[in-house]
């Protein structure tokens, strides 16, 4: 298969979800030219607000390999990932990322996630989500202790 046939899969899976009564969202993960996870937009289905198509095929793909780390692989989602799952994208190693609709085309139909993108860009102190910081002395705790185990694993 091709790159545009890979994609064409993304898109066949966000046009079936849609069917089904989920999100218009698909994604295909693909490692030497093979398919080796999929994932649709499931955030109603299982009532999770982290089941969008490129997490649910980020997750598949990582049990598939039995790795968190997917470098060697591509995505190809039905639409340019929202920040969430563009952060996901990068957490996970990916090499390469496509993409179909935009967006501004998701935010034409109701999928507008500009105000994260806003929030991201102000002080703590200024957004909508009212947050503190608490406890940060004990916290690094767990930091500390990261720090001197020998055995970890980095990611």
């Known amino acids: 298969m091709n790159k545009e046939e890979f994609m064409r899969k993304a898109i066949a899976l966000s046009i079936e979800n ?13 490692k030497d030219g ?22 649910s095929a980020i997750r598949a793909a ?37 993409y179909a609709n935009t967006k501004t085309d998701a935010k034409d139909i109701g999928f507008d996630d500009s105000f994260i993108y806003d929030e991201l860009e102000l ?9 503190e910081p608490l406890l940060r002395e004990e916290a690094l705790k767990a930091f500390e202790e990261w720090t001197k185990n020998m055995d970890k694993i980095e990611y």
């Open 18 to 30: 849609v069917a089904k009564g989920g999100g218009p969202f698909g994604a295909v993960i693909v």
């Open 34 to 55: 093979e398919i080796i996870a999929t994932g649709v937009n499931r955030v109603t289905s299982t009532c999770d607000p982290t089941a969008h198509a490129e997490i």
């Open 123 to 131: 002080k703590p102190a200024d957004r909508k989500l009212q947050s």
């Open 62 to 98: 990582a049990k598939a390999l039995g790795t968190f780390n997917l470098s060697g692989c591509e995505i190809y989602t039905s639409c340019e990932p929202c920040p969430m799952c563009f952060g996901a994208i990068y957490w996970a190693r990916l090499d390469k990322m496509y």
